[in-house]
C-alpha cells in the first residue's frame, strides 16, 4: 500500500528535492497528528478491556485485541512520520563539495550529508521516508481483517472443524505468521526502488516505469483486492448461514409453541440455540462493520494510485489527493468506535475503567457456567 506521500516533493531527474511545506501540508500534517492521537488513544483503551479486563481469552478476542495494537503501532507512526517530515530538509541536509552542469544528474555531484552518515542516510531513504513501516502495519491490519473473518466462517459455518483446530495456541501463530508475511510487499520498492541521492532519496537506475506499474499492480492485488474478496465472500457466507439458523429456530418455536385462541403463547426457547445464534451474530455483525469500514475508507486512495501508477493524472495538491489519504488514515482510529456502539463487553470494560475498577472480576462461577464453549465462549451478555 505505499501509495500516500506527506510530503510534497519536487523532483528534478533522479533527485529528490524538497520544497518548504505549503499550506496544504501543515493543515494535512495536523491532521494526521490529530487522528493518530485519536488512534493511540481509543486502541489503548481496546488493548486494556481486552487484554487486561477480559476475563475470558477466547480466539476472537485475541484477534481483537491483536487488531487494536496494530492500529495503535499505526497511530505512533502515523504522528511521527508527520512531525519528522517537518524537519526533513534539515536532517538531509547535504553539502555539494562538486557540482558539475546543471546538477541534474547525480553522478556529477559529490558531497557529503551534514548530520548522517551514508549508511543512515541510505538505511532512511529506505525505510524511513519511503514509508515502509507505515504501510507495513497498513498491511498487517488489512490481513488481521481477513484472517478474523476467516476464523468467524469456521466458527459460524462448521464449529466442529472450529472446535478441533482452531486453539488459542494456533491463534497466536496465525498473529504472528501475518506480522511476517503481510508486508512482504512492501519490501520490494524498499529493496529495489528507493536509494540514497545527494541531499534526499531517489529512485534507483534499475527501476523504470514499467517496474513501478507491475509492483503497483501486484500490491493492489495483495493488500486490497484478494482481502476485499475474501472478506466478502467469507461475510456472505456467514450471514447466509445466521439468517438460516434464524428462520429454523422460528420454526422451531411455532411447533414447540403453536398459537392459541385462548391464551397467550408461552415463549419457550431453545436456549442452547439462541445461545448459539446471539452471540455469533453480535461479534460476527461488529466484524462485518469494521470491513465495509475499512472498503469504504481504502478504496479511493488504492483505486485512484493503481490509475496514477498506469500513467494517469494526480494532483498531490488537490483535494481528492487529500481526501483519499485522510480517508485511509482514519481507518486505524474508528474501530474503538464501532466496539463502543456494539461490544457490551467493552462498554462494560470502559464502565470499569471509568470507576477504577481494576481489579474487579466477574462472578467465577456464573461466568464459567454462562461462557458457553460451543462458540468460542462469548456469553451473549458480554459480547
Known amino acids: 500500500m505505499d501509495n500516500v506521500s506527506i510530503s510534497t516533493p519536487v523532483t528534478h531527474g533522479t533527485i529528490e528535492v524538497i520544497h518548504n511545506l505549503s499550506a496544504n501540508d501543515i493543515v494535512s500534517i495536523v491532521m494526521y497528528v490529530i487522528i493518530g492521537t485519536f488512534g493511540i488513544i ?13 476475563q475470558k481469552k477466547s480466539q476472537v478476542n485475541m484477534f481483537i485485541f491483536d487488531q487494536a495494537l496494530i492500529d495503535g503501532c499505526t497511530s505512533v507512526l502515523l504522528i511521527l512520520f508527520g512531525v519528522v517530515n517537518v524537519f526533513r530538509p534539515k536532517i538531509m541536509a547535504f553539502e555539494k563539495d562538486i557540482d558539475v552542469g546543471n546538477g541534474t544528474n547525480t553522478s556529477s ?3 557529503h550529508f551534514l548530520y548522517l552518515s551514508p549508511s543512515t542516510a541510505e538505511f532512511l531513504c529506505r525505510f524511513w521516508w519511503s514509508r515502509f513501516f507505515l504501510f507495513a502495519c497498513f498491511a498487517i491490519s488489512t490481513w488481521n481483517l481477513t484472517v478474523m473473518s476467516i476464523e468467524r466462517y469456521f466458527a459460524v459455518l462448521h464449529p466442529m472443524t472450529y472446535s478441533r483446530n482452531f486453539s488459542k495456541r ?7 505468521l501475518i506480522w511476517l508475511i503481510a508486508p512482504i510487499m512492501q519490501y520490494i520498492p524498499t529493496i529495489f526502488q528507493y536509494t540514497c541521492g545527494p541531499g534526499s532519496c531517489a529512485f534507483q537506475e534499475s527501476w523504470s516505469n514499467a517496474a513501478g506499474i507491475v509492483v503497483g499492480l501486484a500490491l493492489f492485488v495483495w493488500e486490497f483486492v484478494l482481502p476485499v474478496c475474501i472478506m466478502a465472500f467469507v461475510y456472505y457466507k456467514i450471514v447466509t448461514e445466521m439468517r438460516k439458523k434464524k428462520m429454523a429456530l422460528r420454526q422451531k418455536k411455532k411447533l414447540v409453541d ?15 440455540a439462541s445461545k448459539i445464534v446471539h452471540p455469533s451474530s453480535n461479534i460476527t455483525m461488529t466484524l462485518c462493520i469494521l470491513f465495509a469500514v475499512y472498503t469504504f475508507c481504502w478504496a479511493p486512495n488504492q483505486i485512484t494510485f493503481l490509475q496514477f501508477n498506469f500513467g494517469g493524472p494526480l494532483n498531490f495538491t488537490g483535494a481528492w489527493y487529500h481526501i483519499t489519504v485522510t480517508l485511509a488514515f482514519l481507518n486505524c482510529c474508528v474501530n474503538p468506535f464501532i466496539y463502543a456502539l456494539r461490544l457490551q463487553k467493552f462498554k462494560k470494560g470502559m464502565n470499569m475503567l471509568m470507576k477504577g ?13 454462562t461462557e458457553s464453549t460451543s462458540f468460542n465462549g462469548i456469553d451473549s451478555n458480554t459480547v
Open 42 to 54: 481509543g486502541n489503548t483503551l481496546v488493548m486494556i478491556v481486552f487484554g487486561l479486563l477480559t
Open 258 to 272: 403453536p398459537p392459541s385462541a385462548t391464551s397467550t403463547p408461552t415463549r419457550m426457547p431453545n436456549r442452547g
Open 357 to 369: 475498577k481494576w481489579h474487579r472480576r466477574t462472578r467465577e462461577s456464573r461466568a464459567k457456567m
Open 170 to 176: 494456533r491463534a497466536m501463530i496465525m498473529m504472528g
Open 109 to 111: 555531484i559529490t558531497g
